[in-house]
């Protein structure tokens, strides 16, 4: 039998003809998901453009909002095994060991400072972390080495971790410069809020269903659409587009941008990035600016087929630093595009 090519390891031609597929399967996943929350689409809709694109996605809301459950579910849906899934809720008195495993005794006799990190964060894919700026200082740091450069260190020395999907909650933002870095790396945050003002009945009649589900330890919702392996292999498929440049007819090189980002949305992408910065104080790093080319594209490609349009840059609404600033965008991005919706 033959050995099963990883996604990491697939050429473009090897993910062409599939491509069409894995994008259907992922989007039947997003869609068939939302039937088990209520007005919680536009979370799942950001988890999968997150989970794609391998960019962290931050919820942010008040206890009680589906926070946790939206992760929940959507790991269940991908059928992702308890083995490759990390979940932890952070506090101030939270230390390493509980999050990259302990200090081998064994190891530490023989002079080796080594970590058992097995069902520790150093091993999942997909990872999610609740109350994450109650992070301290010692976990901060672990944290962002984590995210930024994808390994862990034993020992002063650098292992590669296979973590590719993750999410945080958070109830509020703090304002402490300490983490300023940690939130720079989520470029996405987004609100969960609470519906029962507007879908009361709703959430009576969904959060029965879902108690029950629990108590026959039933889970519907994994229906099996797609896998981690779908995202897996939609983000290399979209790297190697990335990657890719071409000669027009005319000779001139084209590369993703030219090809996949009209100039007229472009330059409406610029311009509102401008304005949220010159008139909101909307802090936009330039690793963020290339960072979020990738999650429009990835979106365009997930929603549509390829092309960036108007609508995608709808994701400029979730670049809000504080909660004062996610709820400001959500008016005004839309209001900048010209969206009567809202």
Known sequence: MAKKTAPEDLSLADLQDEAEDIRKRITRLRTSLGRFFVNKQEIIDLMCVAAVAQEPLLLVGPPGTAKSDLVLKFKDALGVPEEDYFEYMLTR???????????DIKELRDGRYIRRKEGKLPTATLVFLDEIFKSNSAILNILLTIINEKKFYQEGKPEPVPLRVMFAATNEIPE????????????LKVMSRPVQDDHFQELIDSGLRGEAYKGLNQKPWAEGHATLDDFLKANRYLT????????????????DRTRFF?????????????????????????????????LLRVRAWLFSGG????????????????????????????????????
């Open 176 to 187: 402490q410069g300490e983490l300023a870095a940690l939130k720079d790396r989520f470029v």
């Open 240 to 255: 190697h587009l990335f990657a890719r440049t071409q000669t027009d007819v005319n000779g001139d090189e084209q590369n």
């Open 307 to 342: 092309t960036v349009n108007r609508d995608d840059l709808r994701l400029l609404a979730y670049l809000g630093e504080t909660i004062s600033e996610i709820e400001r965008l959500r008016e005004k991005v839309p209001q900048l595009l010209g969206d009567e919706r809202g």
């Open 262 to 294: 009209p100039a007229d949305v472009f330059r409406e992408y610029q311009r509102v990035v401008k304005t949220l910065i010159r008139e909101d104080k909307i802090f936009i790093s330039d690793r963020k600016l290339v960072k979020l080319y990738k």
């Open 93 to 103: 008195f939270t230390e390493p060991s509980e999050i990259i495993g302990a200090i």
